[in-house]
């Protein structure tokens, strides 16, 4: 089926001619639309055209961009920031920028296209390990790590599709046997949603200030903004900012973007409540779909997957939600993304503005689908 978003995306959208309640997409903390953001983005419009129409090495620096950065920092505690112009070329950016400190890649074998593709730019060789597997890790390090040589362990932080958190703690402990070891995260489904502060899969598992540990994510999915974003201290930034193509070659976020990103930021570090209604909404999901017999962990991230069932029918669900009961989840096919669990799965996001009359208007159809009624 084809759909249409015809309106802002959000907890109610109007969807190929009609209003639907809306679980689909990565608007974790609601602020999609957000009048704020819209505001701040024609201003910059107005201000500085659409576009810096020139790399960021050269002359595309402006205030808006500058600006995005700053605010990044502030929130994630952190002397600098690198702003970029999609998230998905983070963990590019990470491996040219730290080219120099590892030999051998080690990746979750369920890992993200963006991570997969950055492991293949790396020219080195990678070596895939079983879906949050330390123990297939450590098997890994064992049987192709070489005397001398330096792993690097790529992951995402939460698989976009499972909803699943790496056990990035548990590999910290495989491979810290190793000497100049390195951790990449693809934390683009934690940031703004896991740890106190909304700071990803590091701060949620207490690891921020592991010095061999980094992360890169976006800021178009649960800030509701756009682009891609690196923190860390301002040398390792330079030497990313050196070191990366990505940076060095590609335009910048356009700038109506790039403001209404800087705006979002602080409305999610102003506004600590959303995270708070998220976490709150996230238990009721998954309290209320455990009771419909589908297995799922007690985790924070708004990403609720059930999984396949003798008895259910997952795309004649999602099909049938939305012909008939104006719900849209979003049913993904095996092997149609990356991580998808055996036998395929319905990807259900729970974002801050859902209402409990939704998320339990959602579970009650689901209910009376699969019995039947």
């Not at 409540?273 to 009721?284: F, G, I, K, P, T």
């Not at 708004?302 to 939600?321: F, G, M, T, Y």
């Not at 092997?335 to 974002?351: C, K, M």
């Amino acid at each position: 089926m084809k759909f249409l978003m015809q309106s802002p995306p959000g907890p109610r959208v109007r969807m190929n001619d009609k209003d639907v309640d809306y679980f689909c997409g990565c608007c974790y903390l609601g602020l999609n639309a957000y009048p704020d953001m819209v505001e701040a983005a024609c201003r910059a419009a107005r201000t500085y055209g659409i576009g810096c129409g020139t790399s960021r090495a050269g002359h595309g620096n402006n205030p808006v961009l500058l600006d995005v950065e700053a605010r990044a920092a502030r929130f994630f505690q952190a002397e600098a920031a690198l702003y970029y112009v999609s998230g998905y070329l983070g963990m590019l950016i990470l491996l040219q920028g730290l080219s120099e400190d590892y030999d051998v890649i080690f990746c979750d074998a369920a890992s993200h296209y963006s991570v997969r593709t950055a492991a293949a730019a790396a020219g080195k060789s990678c070596i895939p390990f079983a879906h949050r597997s330390p123990e297939d890790l450590r098997r890994q390090l064992e049987n192709h790590l070489q005397s001398g040589q330096r792993p690097l362990v790529l992951t995402d932080g939460v698989f976009p599709i499972s909803g699943e958190i790496a056990p990035v703690a548990d590999y910290l402990e495989v491979v810290s046997r190793f000497d100049n070891f390195t951790i990449c995260l693809d934390d683009a489904h934690a940031y703004g949603v896991l740890g106190d502060n909304g700071r990803g899969v590091r701060e949620n598992f207490h690891l921020e200030k592991e010095p061999n540990i980094y992360s890169c994510g976006t800021l178009s999915k649960a800030f509701g903004g756009h682009g891609g974003i690196i923190t860390g201290t301002q040398a390792f930034i330079d030497r990313l900012k050196t070191k990366s193509d990505v940076y060095y070659a590609s335009s910048a976020v356009p700038n109506p973007s790039a403001a209404a990103t800087a705006c979002a930021i602080d409305l999610a570090g102003q506004n600590p409540h959303l995270r708070r209604q998220l976490w709150q909404n996230v238990a009721l999901a998954r309290n209320e779909f455990r009771r419909l017999g589908f297995p799922l962990a007690d985790t924070p991230v708004p990403i609720v997957a059930l999984h396949s069932r003798p008895d259910v029918d997952l795309e004649k669900l999602a099909d049938v939600l939305f012909t008939d009961r104006n719900k849209v989840v979003r049913y993904v096919a095996p092997d149609a993304y990356s991580g998808v669990p055996a036998g395929g799965a319905i990807r259900i996001a729970i974002f801050a503005n859902h209402t409990e009359a939704q998320i339990l208007a959602l579970v009650q159809d689901v209910r009376e689908i699969i019995d039947g009624e």
